[in-house]
């Protein structure tokens, strides 16, 4: 896919100081109104959507929400700022899809952890050919559980996604064919481990039974119930509930990657969910059916054994199914808090 084909930029060039200046600054701030919302469309752990964002003129600052942070699968808020880290990549690409250049800053304040992130407007900017396709994805993007189809995704697309990832900063490894027993046998230990779990199940419950107007959590109605599949996904509907039917395939044509960072720190965790971001987004906008799957990554002991498939090479953080989803209707979409709550709450 062509990454760097200029347009022509979309915000018209200040030319004097006053009252234009003043618009170019309310321009920038709704301008990071809207990337903002767009948003709100990221992927998170179990939908939690664990950020809150703050706009200020020119610049929006994005903080980890612990309140929704998940203490038994995420005791250390690893996949929370994975979840943000999408977030931060979605604005980010909204905003260069607007004509808005930006300046971010990772982790800027050592104390105050949980501001992740800020993004600064710095001027207009020309937005690519794979900004503007990643940035129509956004909206198209869903999880889709169900088990893709027998046709293959191509080296070349996985090429493609592994550079997505790369340009962020982490990494992306496509599991080799030899390789995807493993990752399935690991799959199956940790969703047996985890269901094993009092405190887990309760989690679950917790995240999959939300109230209708929490905007949060995952629906079992877009939980699939287990398929003959090499790579058993999480099972988000052990108490019951209606789930979708997960169609007549068997994910024969899927990859699995493993997104995977140099070091294991927050400011890595988040660089691992703009990865992420990237990832999906290039994969939805060539056609791609996707779903992030991290159970293997929330144990100790599983998480140690998905390093074997890297090995020495760095940290697993997430790994992510693609592939050509089944016929017919998309999975439904799912539920989002409203912008109220989540952008300058009081
Ligand atoms: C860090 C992270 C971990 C996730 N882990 C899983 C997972 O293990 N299994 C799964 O089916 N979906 C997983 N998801 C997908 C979320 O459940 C999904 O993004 C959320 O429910 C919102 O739905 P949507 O992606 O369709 O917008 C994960 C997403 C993120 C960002």
Known sequence: MPRQVPVPCRRPRPDAHGEIMQTTQNTEEKALQ????????????FNTQPWRWRIDGPRARLYADRSRQLLVADPDGRLMTVSCGAALHHGRVALADAGEACD???????????????????????????????????????????????????????????VAA????????????????????????????????????????????????????????????AAPRRVPVRDYAPFGGPVMHPGWENDRGARYLLVYTDGDTP????????????????????????????DVTELPTTRDQ???????????????????????????STTRRLAEEVINPR
């Open 34 to 45: 809207r990337a903002v919302r767009a948003a709100l469309a990221a992927p998170s752990i």
């Open 104 to 162: 971010i800053a990772r982790m800027p304040d050592p104390t105050e952890p949980d501001l992740l992130a800020t993004i600064r407007v710095t001027g207009p900017h020309e937005p690519t050919l794979a900004e503007m396709q990643a940035a129509a994805a956004i909206n198209r993007r869903r999880t889709d559980r169900r088990p893709f189809t027998a046709q293959p995704v191509g080296d070349a697309i996985c090429r493609t996604l592994i």
């Open 166 to 225: 790369e340009s962020e900063h982490a990494h992306a490894l496509v599991v080799d064919d030899s390789h995807i027993a493993v990752l399935g046998l690991i799959a199956v230990e940790a969703g047996a481990l985890q269901l094993s779990d009092a405190y887990y199940r309760a989690e679950l419950a917790d995240w999959t039974h939300r109230p209708p107007w929490s905007g949060d959590g995952v629906d079992t109605a877009g939980a699939v119930p």
């Open 267 to 294: 400011v890595h965790w988040l660089r691992a969910g703009e990865a992420l971001s990237a990832l999906l987004l290039t994969a939805v906008a060539t056609g791609l059916s996707t779903a992030p799957i991290s």
């Open 306 to 332: 998905l390093r074997t498939l890297l090995p020495g090479i760095g940290h697993p953080q997430i790994a992510v199914r693609v592939g050509y989803g089944p016929p017919g209707e998309p999975p439904p």
